[in-house]
């Protein structure tokens, strides 16, 4: 066998390994992931790996079942693992071997309550926040506020931050029908800085400008998913979270 003959294999080798393992890290998740911790990191780690992040919207529930179904390395809300499996399992969702799933948390967030800035409401208790949010309360001046009727800000796309509150301050109530529907959360703060009568759950760093906060921020984990043993690419991002990635992340 000539040398030519043997170098040419080596390389068409080389080549198939290559292309077998994969240039992104597919994960499925919202929002609140993709500003707090994916678009942070996006770059460096792409320019130290060569990976790119490739990210596929979804709500929790349906995040979770593609990587159930296999289409995805990862899935992330702002939801503990247990608490997902819970969402799932009451949305018909199928989870075959919960106990092979792990959870990595690189980022806590915040989903904070607010209304427009000129509400003459400055404080909100978990009592009037149900109430208000399931219908029970439907004008400001039944909170102190101005004879203005409530407007409730409610993504139509679910989101980590949203099973949370309607866990928490809800009790699982049914949201009022009368609500101000936005796409996702990234749309809330514009609306209710916009609208004088609203309120809803926003997650950011900061206060968004034109709004206030009315009510104690609710605090919750970010929790990236996988299941069973991870795949290079997405170790790779596990092991870039856990070091250098953590100085992106805010």
């Known amino acids: 066998m000539s040398r030519i003959f043997i170098s040419i294999t080596i390389l068409l080798t080389l080549s198939a390994a290559s292309a077998a393992r994969a240039d992104e890290v597919r994960i499925a998740t919202g929002h609140t992931f993709i500003k707090k911790v994916f678009d942070p990191i996006r770059c460096a780690f ?7 992040i490739k990210i596929i919207y979804d709500d929790p529930v349906p995040a979770l079942a593609e990587l159930e179904n296999g289409n995805v390395d990862a899935a992330g809300a702002s939801l503990t693992l247990e608490d997902w499996l819970v969402q799932a399992k009451s949305a018909g969702v199928a989870v075959k071997e919960a ?12 989903a904070m309550i607010v209304v427009n800035a000129a509400n003459r409401v400055t404080s909100l208790s978990k009592e009037q926040l149900k109430d208000i949010f399931t219908g029970r309360i439907a004008n400001w001046k039944e909170v102190g506020g101005d004879d203005t009727p ?28 009368a609500v101000y529907d936005v796409e996702s959360m990234a749309d809330t703060p514009d609306a209710v800085a916009a609208t004088p009568e609203a ?22 984990p970010l929790s990236l998913v ?3 043993v991870p795949s290079p690419d997405l170790q790779e991002l596990l092991d870039f979270l856990k070091t250098e990635g953590k100085k992106y992340i805010k």
Do not use: C
């Not at 092979?100 to 915040?110: D, G, L, R």
């Not at 993504?155 to 029908?177: C, E, Q, W, Y």
């Open 199 to 220: 309120i809803g759950i926003v997650t950011a760093i900061k206060v968004p400008q034109g709004t206030k906060e009315v009510a104690p921020a609710i605090e919750r």
């Open 46 to 52: 792409r320019d130290k790996t060569g990976i790119d």
């Open 99 to 110: 106990g092979a799933y792990v959870a990595y948390i690189p980022a806590t967030e915040k």
């Open 226 to 228: 996988y299941k069973g």
């Open 150 to 177: 409530i407007l409730v800000v409610w993504p139509s796309l679910s989101s980590g931050a949203l099973i949370v509150f309607r866990s928490k301050i809800m009790d699982n109530a049914p949201t009022t029908h």
